[in-house]
């Protein structure tokens, strides 16, 4: 089964802060996908970030982090020095390589205070 | 520019009415996928297709349809058999090799009347 959890619900920071948003999924899948999408209020899932199973190199992208884990099956995803535009609900999910289906946490509304 | 467009961007349903969302997109993607978000809550799969003139049902079938006669187009029919249409939809297609990720629409949102 596939399956992929975001604990947090809702998070709340002060701008500049760093936040973390945890992203735990479960496959049985030897190769298999994982990806992160911002929503903003606006309503479009924008793509941010694709990593495979076979890649464990965290990723820096400006002021975003990806941390992925296979031993602990996470792909955490960090902000630093937050801002008022970083505000917006972010889902975690997953593709395996034997199907089309995408598989999305429930998001974590993230909402930064100026 | 390449993209998902779909419309109306907001739609109301009246009582034993069905009614269609369009989804049309130019950017040759084999994959199209049909999803419902409720507040607060992730998206769950309605439909989705690999090609043209195929498509599986998802977690949350019941009371919509679909159909694919075009590569480009993906249009969900809302059925007066969904008794709780009230939601965002969103409308998603994909390259269908390994790996590649889903761009999304806009989304439309559905009230009843």
């Known amino acids: 089964a596939q399956k992929v959890t975001q604990a947090q619900t809702e998070i709340s920071v002060v701008e500049k802060e760093d936040v973390t948003l945890d992203c735990v999924y479960e496959?049985?899948?030897?190769?298999?996908?994982l990806f992160w999408y911002k929503q903003p209020p606006s309503g479009e899932l924008v793509f941010l970030i694709r990593?495979?199973?076979?890649?464990?190199q965290n990723e820096i992208s400006g002021r975003y982090s990806w941390n992925f884990q296979k031993s602990t099956s996470s792909f955490n995803f960090t902000i630093t020095a937050s801002q008022v535009v970083d505000s917006a609900v972010y889902f975690c999910a997953l593709r395996s390589n034997t199907g089309n289906q995408f598989y999305f946490g429930t998001g974590t509304s993230l909402t930064v205070i100026p | 520019d390449g993209g998902i467009t779909q419309s109306p961007k907001y739609l109301f349903r009246k009582e034993g009415q069905n009614v269609t969302l369009s989804c049309e997109q130019n950017?040759?993607?084999?994959?199209m996928y049909w999803y419902r978000q409720d507040p607060g809550q992730g998206l769950r799969l309605i439909y989705y297709s690999q090609i043209v003139n195929d498509f599986q049902k998802g977690d949350i079938a019941e009371g919509y349809s679909v159909s694919r006669e075009k590569k480009e187009s993906f249009p969900l029919t809302v059925t007066s058999a969904q008794k709780n249409p009230t939601a965002f939809y969103l409308c998603?297609?994909?390259?269908?090799?390994?790996?590649?990720?889903?761009?999304f629409g806009d989304g439309t949102r559905l009230s009843i009347l």
């Open positions: 950017l040759n993607h084999d994959a």
């Open positions: 990593r495979n199973s076979f890649d464990e």
């Open positions: 998603a297609s994909s390259r269908r090799q390994e790996g590649q990720p889903q761009h």
């Open positions: 496959t049985r899948d030897t190769t298999y996908y």
